[in-house]
């Protein structure tokens, strides 16, 4: 039976908007989005139709439309919703025009995308009442296809696009560096366009400055985070010198001061006073942790080292030896199947062999034994047969001793993950830098 009865039609004039369109223009006019981009760029209300804040929310929010499109084809995505709610009076998608939103891009750009963008981020922090107390700072490339001959010319001021360190594995391509800084939460507070050769500790000393202009004596509640390249005398003097303690966490090199970190991590050995911090991680990355803290003068300032060794250190050393001892056994092996003419040629492979593997973690033991043989003459002997002729060559023996216990104990000193925090001279900080050593056991 089927129906016959009259269908449902809804007047076209009704105009549908997506809730993740409504729900995102929800956050934005609550940190007050299009007002923040209106005072901040240069416009003038006779000579535009759309409002320079409202055309950039149209960038925002067609980020949350169902289906991505282009730039220049934003305005698709408010076909058949209400354009006059979600924007202003007399909106119509078509006024959301490529050219528009192009003019507002350039008003963006003279004001400095870079500062706009911390201060709408710090914005959001305060209207949602958000805390921050770590800074992750870090950096990325994007490569790029094309020549972008212009970014060689002489007087070229602008973003280098060209080669440089690539960590999403395309050194064929030219790039550029994108630097940010999140909250713990993972909230961007700050991106900065970089050029393409832009290292990190560049990064971090740009940082530095930047942090302080923004967060001023804000940051004596927060610490930075970054990796290795924060650990150098330069950054760490421009971090030193701003008027507010910056507190920072990083991955300290073996090379720096001197191998500093090296020789604390022989001297947390050496002392074997170890306290125990607990255990952290879950399933088979579980493991305990023991730490160990020693103080150095550097540079003028005092600094905290922490050393930390972890019992997860324990099965990787255990596996690396036991590598170790069946590469040795197969290459012994091939060696001792070698026959020699000659002593001196027995002994030159023996001390290829010991140099090639110096700095095993097993004691080899290898010597050089004569062998005889007697080596008669071919074909029917006769009446008279020959003597036979005593041939001597010459084997290599050896075995695969114990550990060298002192080589080990270098392993587990050497293999280590160090990672440093600092903390500056401050009536309200302890004037330490902190660094921690993760053990291989």
């Not at 490569?143 to 594995?169: F, P, V």
């Not at 004596?220 to 924060?230: F, N």
């Not at 103080?295 to 060794?309: A, P």
């Not at 036979?388 to 084997?395: A, F, L």
Request: aromatic share 8%.
């Amino acid at each position: 039976m089927s129906w016959t009865g009259p269908t449902l039609q809804y007047p076209t004039s009704i105009k549908v908007t997506p809730l993740s369109i409504a729900a995102a223009n929800q956050y934005l006019e609550k940190i007050g989005f299009v007002e923040f981009i209106n005072n901040s760029v240069t416009w003038d209300p006779k000579h535009c139709h759309i409002s320079p804040g409202n055309l950039a929310k149209s960038v925002v929010l067609s980020t949350f439309a169902s289906t991505r499109t282009l730039l220049y084809h934003i305005s698709r995505n408010f076909e058949g919703t209400d354009t006059e709610s979600l924007f202003e009076p007399g909106c119509q998608p078509q006024d959301l025009s490529d050219d528009a939103i192009a003019r507002t891009l350039d008003k963006i750009s003279e004001a400095g995308p870079e500062a706009l963008y911390t201060r709408l981020s710090l914005s959001c922090l305060a209207t949602f009442d958000i805390p921050v107390h770590r800074l992750h700072a870090d950096t990325t490339s994007l490569s790029l296809s094309g020549a972008y001959e212009e970014c060689e010319a002489d007087d070229y001021d602008g973003l280098a696009i060209c080669r440089g360190y690539s960590k999403d594995m395309r050194p064929d391509l030219k790039q550029v560096m994108v630097g940010k800084i999140v909250s713990e939460q993972g909230i961007p507070l700050v991106s900065l366009p970089l050029d393409g050769n832009t290292a990190d500790s560049s990064f971090n000393q740009l940082a530095a400055q930047l942090l302080a202009d923004t967060f001023g004596e804000r940051m004596r509640q927060m610490v930075y985070i970054a990796d290795s390249k924060l650990i150098n005398l330069p950054t760490l003097s421009i971090f030193n010198k701003q008027a507010t303690p910056i507190q920072i966490i990083s991955r300290c090199p073996d090379s720096f001061h001197h191998t500093l970190a090296v020789k604390v991590k022989e001297q947390a050995y050496r002392q074997n006073e170890w306290v125990d911090q607990g255990q952290f991680g879950e399933g088979n990355r579980r493991a305990s942790y023991q730490t160990q803290s020693f103080t150095e003068m550097i540079d003028g300032h005092l600094y905290r080292l922490i050393v930390v060794k972890t019992s997860a250190g324990r099965d990787r050393v255990s596996k690396m030896l036991e590598k170790e001892a069946q590469e040795l056994k197969k290459e012994l092996a091939d060696l001792t199947r070698q026959t020699f003419a000659c002593e001196p040629d027995a002994h030159k492979a023996v001390a290829q062999f010991l140099q090639k593997h110096k700095h095993a973690y097993h004691q080899l033991r290898l010597t050089v034994a004569a062998r005889e043989e007697a080596k008669r003459s071919r074909g029917n002997p006769g009446k008279n047969p020959k003597p036979p002729v005593i041939v001597t060559t010459w084997k290599v023996e050896g075995v695969i001793g114990d550990l060298n216990e002192d080589k080990v104990a270098i392993l587990r000193q050497k293999g280590v993950l160090v990672h440093q925090a600092a903390i500056f001279p401050s009536a309200s900080f302890r004037p330490y830098l902190t660094v921690g050593a993760f053990a291989l056991g």
